[in-house]
């Protein structure tokens, strides 16, 4: 039982780069998340999704898209990379969406944009 | 302003010390409150969390709520090298059909020898 996976672990873009971040989960989760977090702002919700086939937009999600095809995978893409997307990316996941179903979070991914 | 807001520290004491964490609030709406822990290049992981004003104790550590000063701490005793990491603060909201987390930044501690 792994928990939530993330790939790549690190990775360097150039500007105007895309790429596409993993996100795994073997627990059956219905619900997955990706957040981003930088220095003094905390974890900050990019893109969510409540089940397979679905997506939401979180509290920053300009400049991602993301992509729910599969209950246990959740991708985030980013189209055009910008040096202000340089961050650390989390991916979590949680059974359900109450407020006593617990996230857990993936080792996640550091992206430089340059 | 931001809806919580955490010191960022970083806080430095001795092992054994008792350790006060703290942050503040601005939405009278959240509903549960919790404390992640994320050790250095890993995913925070749910310590705690709470749902009234008062007092929860598991172990070493205490979570307390003060709804009345929108005010949350985690408390640790006998400190451990161990408890080194960076705790968050995080408020819970339903909105949308999920419910919600909003984090504090985070206040890193280090627990030395």
């Known amino acids: 039982n792994a928990g939530v996976t993330q790939t790549p672990k690190f990775r360097v873009l150039k500007t105007g780069q895309s790429m596409t971040l993993l996100c795994a989960q073997d627990?059956?989760?219905?619900?997955m998340y990706w957040y981003r977090q930088d220095p003094g702002m905390g974890l900050r919700l990019i893109h969510y999704s409540v089940g397979e086939g679905t997506t939401a937009k979180g509290e920053v999600p300009d400049g991602y898209n993301v992509s729910r095809l599969k209950k246990q995978n959740f991708l985030l893409g980013l189209e055009s990379a910008a040096p202000s997307q340089t961050s650390v990316y989390f991916c979590?996941?949680?059974?359900?969406?109450?407020?006593?179903?617990?996230?857990?979070f993936g080792p996640g991914t550091r992206l430089t944009v340059l | 302003q931001k809806e919580v807001e955490q010191d960022p520290g970083p806080l430095s004491v001795p092992e054994g010390a008792i350790v006060s964490l703290n942050c503040t609030y601005s939405n009278s709406a959240f509903q549960y409150f919790m404390w992640y822990r994320q050790y250095s290049r890993k995913g925070p992981e749910l310590l705690m969390y709470?749902?009234?004003?008062g007092n929860k104790e598991d172990g070493r550590f205490t979570a307390q709520v003060d709804k009345s000063s929108k005010y949350i701490s985690l408390f640790i005793r006998d400190s451990q090298p161990s408890d080194s990491a960076t705790y968050l603060c995080?408020?819970?909201?339903?909105?949308?059909?999920?419910?919600?987390?909003?984090f504090g930044a985070g206040t890193r501690l280090a627990v030395h020898p």
């Open positions: 709470t749902y009234s004003s």
């Open positions: 995080a408020m819970s909201l339903f909105s949308g059909g999920y419910n919600k987390l909003i």
């Open positions: 627990m059956n989760h219905e619900y």
């Open positions: 979590a996941s949680s059974p359900r969406g109450g407020a006593t179903d617990t996230q857990y």
